[in-house]
T-cell receptor
Framework: EAGVTQSPTHLIKTRGQQATLRCSPI?????VYWYQQALGLGLQFLLW???????NRGNFPPRFSGRQFPNYSSELNVNALELEDSALYLC??????????????FGPGTRLTVL | QKEVEQDPGPLSVPEGAIVSLNCTYS??????FMWYRQYSRKGPELLMY????GNKEDGRFTAQVDKSSKYISLFIRDSQPSDSATYLC??????????FGTGTRLQVFP
């Protein structure tokens, strides 16, 4: 069974540009989570999509947005890039329905570098 | 104050040592506690999970939760070089939002 996939692996942008990151969840998973992992800060929750709807977002500015497509894949868009946006962006997926442990399966991440 | 505190390390131990990794937290609503392992250039993978206070053992790994002290631990017995990774604690009150620690980098040398 294929795991969560993310593309691209690496992305280099300059300040002010826009970045688009993509995620394909495990087959059968309907929830997609996005996290930012910056050096020394751990995983910071960004966005949660379930059944095509945004269910929750973390404490990030509106220039971080995304969407989930009918096939449950997801896209994260970051507008007006700032140097501090340089980080590893991780996508995770989860089976539908309630889950006590909220078990999430992570992809390998997209390394975004903003110059 | 962060909701979850975790010493970033690095923690360097010889092969065969017992490793103790810890997290403290401030939100008493957390009930579900997890440990993830993250190898270099990979995404985190779920290692163990526990509910409320108590111990859980899985092979060489033991997870411990002390809710009265708001303290969780992961013990690794007979550590191996292949255990070298970053270990992240995570917790939730079942609000569909996981709160992660910053991760502790572990190095096990032969």
């Amino acid at each position: 069974e294929a795991g969560v996939t993310q593309s691209p692996t690496h992305l280099i942008k300059t300040r002010g540009q826009q970045a688009t990151l993509r995620c394909s969840p495990i087959s059968g998973h309907t929830s997609v989570y996005w996290y930012q992992q910056a050096l020394g800060l751990g995983l910071q929750f960004l966005l949660w999509y379930d059944e095509g709807e945004e269910r929750n977002r973390g404490n990030f500015p509106p220039r971080f947005s995304g969407r989930q497509f009918p096939n449950y894949s997801s896209e994260l868009n970051v507008n007006a890039l700032e140097l501090e946006d340089s980080a590893l962006y991780l996508c995770a997926s989860k089976l539908p329905g309630p889950s006590r442990y909220n078990e999430q399966f992570f992809g390998p991440g997209t390394r975004l570098t903003v110059l | 104050q962060k909701e979850v505190e975790q010493d970033p390390g690095p923690l360097s131990v010889p092969e065969g040592a017992i490793v103790s990794l810890n997290c403290t937290y401030s939100n008493s609503a957390f009930q579900y506690f997890m440990w993830y392992r993250q190898y270099s250039r990979k995404g985190p993978e779920l290692l163990m999970y526990t509910y409320s206070s108590g111990n859980k053992e899985d092979g060489r790994f033991t997870a411990q939760v002390d809710k009265s002290s708001k303290y969780i631990s992961l013990f690794i017995r007979d550590s191996q070089p292949s255990d070298s990774a970053t270990y992240l604690c995570a917790m939730t009150s079942n609000t569909d939002k996981l709160i992660f620690g910053t991760g502790t980098r572990l190095q096990v040398f032969p």
